[in-house]
């Protein structure tokens, strides 16, 4: 049986086909091993099932034992992991991309939502129990024949532009490259990014973090939206440069954030929670019971996949 190191706690359920399958090593106190103790658990192991929350990076990664074949990302992100430098040490790196596209998508419908109705400031109101109906109490902005500007058109950037169509928005979106008309689906396709944010009365992020991506919210692109736009943010927080967009937020600039991931996180830059416009969540984009218990069984079939057959689907390197 292929031993392998289970870096966080997963459902029972998935705890229990691991350890069926391999000689599983799990973390029921879901501890947050540190780069040290993650290279100590692995001495013997064959294969790593990491999360998000492991920083596996180059100077880890040469340090794994030699007999590391895989680390499976319980993520369908695998921006914590240096996939070139586990390349060059033959380790393959997977992924479970699919199985949280929808849930992902409902998340950044509910920061959409939550960013254009105020919600925060409803709920803090709500809390203070003064609160009095009035015709201009909490004014919002609606969805409907607004623009919605999606950043990065993959599965979750698609299924967003679906959800957000039936809410009426018209749907604009800048990727890598243009999609097939079928797959547009009436989306307009932008050039470049200045194009794209100059259109979008409410931005979804929805790509995944890279060199190109990094902190591609700030101060000069922040300029390009319409006055009192919205952004929102379902990917990675390294997208967003914290203090521009602070800033953003107290000249007006922009009117309201909507985000459930951050840079650096479990931390959160101090002034997002001082803004009342700012509604913000604790990265559930994948966080129901169906998804996480499909991304923790994916990310096991793709260890024993690879174990048995030398091969993977989702091999990301
Ligand atoms: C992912 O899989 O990358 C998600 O962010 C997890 O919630």
Known sequence: MKKVLVTRKLLRSCE????KLFDANLNSND????????LKLSEGCDGILSSLTDKIDEETIKKLPDTIKIISNFAVGFGNIDVEAARKRNIAVTNTPDVLTDATAEIAMLLILGACRRANEGINWVKKENWKWSSDFLIGKQLTGSRLGILGMG????????????????????NRSRLKPEIEEGAKFHESIKSLFSVSDVLSICCPATKETKDIINKDTLEYFPTGAIITNVARGDMIDDEAMVQALNSRKIYAIGLD???GEPRIHSEYLKQPTAFILPHLGSATKKTRTAMADLAIDNIDEYFSTGKCKNIIN
């Open 261 to 263: 991931v951050y840079k």
């Open 155 to 174: 599965r979750i950037g698609r299924a967003v532009a679906k959800l957000a169509k039936s809410f009426g928005m018209e749907i604009h979106y800048r």
């Open 31 to 38: 501890e947050l091993y540190s780069q040290n103790k993650l």
């Open 16 to 19: 229990d086909k691991a350890s």
